[in-house]
């Protein structure tokens, strides 16, 4: 098992859907989660920590479930500028803040 | 501030050939990374140091080498340049205490 794994997309969606992704870990030793958003040929950028009671910033909510390890973000009412790659990014305890990528899942919002 | 900076911002290189990126960040931060993102894929952890001194090899490292002799600046060299090595390159930072990594805009790097 990948110590990262993503559903790869591309998830195309219409404009104003909700939209799903997790992302699983193998590490249960994991401490920290985060969701980021790289743009076509951009540097990511962070979007969202995920907390174990869950966090909400607008139309974005992330979960995480420790028992079955993985994470989740959940995107309502998707807008044209939501469409980007969406990675996620685990650490574990004492491993100097080094984050672990999963491949990304791509996400399409058309019109 | 201007955070996380990189340069160049592209760069070809022809097989065996060396150079220098470089990566300064202005916001004093102890920690920071290098990470290499081929296409389609995930960013791959090549080194890190965890402040001016020292430093570490990641997931990747062979192939490159960094040194750390200030807090600002973060060099990532590659010596002998292959076409395994093109790539888009990342550099990021981030403080003591946060889990928080900045990263600068890339450098997107072809070995020919």
């Known amino acids: 098992r990948k110590e990262v794994e993503q559903d790869p997309g591309p998830f195309n969606v219409p404009e104003g859907a909700t939209v799903a992704f997790n992302c699983t870990y193998s590490?249960?030793?994991?401490?920290?989660f985060f969701w980021y958003r790289q743009d076509c040929r951009k540097e990511p950028k962070l979007l969202m920590s995920?907390?174990?009671s869950g966090n909400e910033d607008g139309r974005f909510t992330a979960q995480l479930n420790r028992a079955s390890q993985y994470i989740s973000l959940l995107i309502r009412d998707s807008k044209l500028s939501d469409s980007a790659t969406y990675l996620c990014?685990?650490?574990?305890?004492?491993?100097?803040?080094?984050?672990?990528f999963g491949k990304g899942t791509k996400l399409s919002v058309k019109p | 501030n201007a955070g996380v900076t990189q340069t160049p911002k592209f760069r070809i290189l022809k097989i065996g050939q060396s150079m220098t990126l470089q990566c300064t960040q202005d916001?004093?931060?102890?920690?920071m990374y290098w990470y290499r993102q081929d296409p389609g894929m995930g960013l791959k952890l090549i080194y890190y140091?965890?402040?001016?001194?020292?430093?570490d090899k990641g997931e990747v490292p062979n192939g490159y080498n960094v040194s750390r002799s200030t807090t600002e600046d973060f060099p990532l060299r590659l010596e002998l340049a292959a076409p395994s090595q093109t790539s888009v390159y990342f550099c990021?930072?981030?403080?003591?205490?946060?889990?928080?990594?900045?990263f600068g805009p890339g450098t997107r790097l072809t070995v020919l």
């Open positions: 995920v907390y174990s």
């Open positions: 590490n249960s030793a994991s401490q920290s």
């Open positions: 990021a930072s981030k403080s003591v205490g946060t889990d928080t990594q900045y």
């Open positions: 140091s965890v402040g001016a001194g020292i430093t």
């Open positions: 990014a685990v650490n574990s305890r004492g491993s100097q803040g080094n984050l672990i």
């Open positions: 916001m004093n931060h102890n920690y």
